[in-house]
T-cell receptor, first 115, second 114 residues
Framework: NAGVMQNPRHLVRRRGQEARLRCSPM?????VYWYRQLPEEGLKFMVY????????ESGMPKERFSAEFPKEGPSILRIQQVVRGDSAAYFC?????????????FGPGTRLLVL | GENVEQHPSTLSVQEGDSAVIKCTYS??????FPWYKQELGKRPQLIID?????GEKKDQRIAVTLNKTAKHFSLHITETQPEDSAVYFC?????????????FGTGTQLKVEL
């Protein structure tokens, strides 16, 4: 039973380019959460998605960031026109049903470096 | 929204000693409190969690206590070993805004010295 998968593991972009981060949840999980971890800081919630629905995007920056979780395929976090401040580790987590108090399992993260 | 504070930010103990990390939260409606361990460059891994209908939970050398009245919870590691060295994060599950999002503390860098 494969765990949460993320790719790429490392991504280097120049300022102004686009970054696309992918997350495949654990088998049987239909709820995905994205968190951002700035260097030497804790994880900050960004967005919570169910298949084809954004449930809570209260942690997403208003501009340049978007997320989706299509019916088929992985969840994607998209950052347009990246800036140096976007450099961080981006983790996704998944859970089976999204019930309150349900364990979230984390992926290995994508480390984004903006030059 | 929920706010979680975590102390200390760094903790150094001798091998075999106990380590205690404390967290407080602000949202009285939160009812799920997991602890994650993160080694350098790795993913956060759940080590123990507690729900608000329980005051204490233990798993071998790790225990967590919860005081809902005071809105604080603590992680206790006994008989520490070098492999316990990592960053530990507490979190609380926020009920506002829907869903099961976690609000994390700022982390505790635990170093177990030989």
């Amino acid at each position: 039973n494969a765990g949460v998968m993320q790719n790429p593991r490392h991504l280097v972009r120049r300022r102004g380019q686009e970054a696309r981060l992918r997350c495949s949840p654990m088998k049987g999980h239909s709820h995905v959460y994205w968190y951002r971890q700035l260097p030497e800081e804790g994880l900050k919630f960004m967005v919570y998605l169910q298949k084809e629905n954004i449930i809570d995007e209260s942690g997403m920056p208003k501009e340049r960031f978007s997320a989706e979780f299509p019916k088929e395929g992985p969840s994607i976090l998209r950052i347009q026109q990246v800036v140096r401040g976007d450099s961080a580790a981006y983790f996704c987590a998944s859970s089976p049903t999204g019930r309150l108090g349900e364990t979230q399992y984390f992926g290995p993260g994508t480390r984004l470096l903006v030059l | 929204g929920e706010n979680v504070e975590q102390h200390p930010s760094t903790l150094s103990v001798q091998e075999g000693d106990s380590a205690v990390i404390k967290c407080t939260y602000s949202d009285s409606a939160s009812n799920y409190f997991p602890w994650y361990k993160q080694e350098l460059g790795k993913r956060p891994q759940l080590i123990i969690d507690i729900r608000s209908n329980v005051g204490e939970k233990k798993d071998q050398r790790i225990a967590v206590t919860l005081n809902k009245t005071a809105k604080h919870f603590s992680l206790h590691i006994t008989e520490t070993q070098p492999e316990d060295s990592a960053v530990y994060f507490c979190a609380a599950s926020a009920v506002t805004g829907g869903g099961n999002k976690l609000t994390f503390g700022t982390g505790t860098q635990l170093k177990v010295e030989l």
